[in-house]
């Protein structure tokens, strides 16, 4: 069974620029949930995808956008960053939509500067 | 009130001791609740989903007490791979998962 991968593994953006990262879900499930991690906090929610639609979202302004395919793997966008999205960028996968057990993967470290 | 409120540590224990966590929720609707487990530097992990029966696995314990909201850990026997930051997991939406900030244990020898 293959687990949750993401990449890149680390990324470095200047502010104002745009990044895609990537997703690919756990083998079996079809839903994807996006977090930001920052230093010293618990990861906050930004979106979830199902059946390639949004299924739900956090507090985040709309310059976070998402994508998810049909293999069920999925991209999270950021543009125009600020020195405030440098975080770790958690995927989780999970078999169906909604507030279940979530396997995460090992997470794209970005820097903004 | 914070929607996950966790006390953030750290606990020093020496191993073989018994430790437990508690974590308070605001949302009285959450449905789902779970304690991760997160690795310096590394990304969180599923240690188990937590019942209103309350349930056991290994040498870990969660308890849910929905009345007071809150949630515990219990910890037997700690070892030294015990070490990590322990996040407690409420669903307060649909598809929301909420985090606690995480409490850090540390395991001395």
């Known amino acids: 069974e293959t687990g949750v991968t993401q990449s890149p593994t680390h990324l470095i953006k200047t502010r104002g620029q745009q990044v895609t990262l990537r997703c690919s879900s756990q083998?079996?499930?079809?839903?994807v949930s996006w977090y930001q991690q920052a230093l010293g906090q618990g990861p906050q929610f930004i979106f979830q995808y199902y059946r390639e639609e949004e299924n739900g979202r956090g507090n985040f302004p709309p310059r976070f956008s998402g994508l998810q395919f049909p293999n069920y793997s999925s991209e999270l966008n950021v543009n125009a960053l600020e020195l405030d999205d440098s975080a770790l960028y958690l995927c989780?996968?999970?078999?169906?939509?909604?507030?279940?057990?979530?396997?995460f993967g090992p997470g794209t470290r970005l820097t903004v500067t | 009130r914070k929607e996950v409120e966790q006390d953030p540590g750290p606990f020093n224990v020496p191993e073989g001791a018994t430790v437990a966590f508690n974590c308070t929720y605001s949302n009285s609707a959450s449905q789902s609740f779970f304690w991760y487990r997160q690795d310096c530097r590394k990304e969180p992990k599923l240690l188990m989903s937590?019942?209103?029966s309350g349930n056991e696995d290994g040498r870990f314990t969660a308890q849910l007490n929905r009345a007071s909201q809150y949630i515990s850990l219990l910890i037997r026997d700690s070892k030294l791979s015990d070490s990590a930051t322990y996040l407690c997991?409420?669903?307060?939406?649909?598809?929301?998962?909420?985090f606690g900030k995480g409490t850090m244990l540390l395991v001395s020898p």
């Open positions: 997991v409420v669903n307060s939406g649909y598809s929301t998962l909420t």
């Open positions: 083998s079996g499930h079809n839903t």
């Open positions: 937590v019942y209103s």
């Open positions: 989780a996968s999970s078999t169906t939509s909604g507030g279940h057990e979530q396997y």
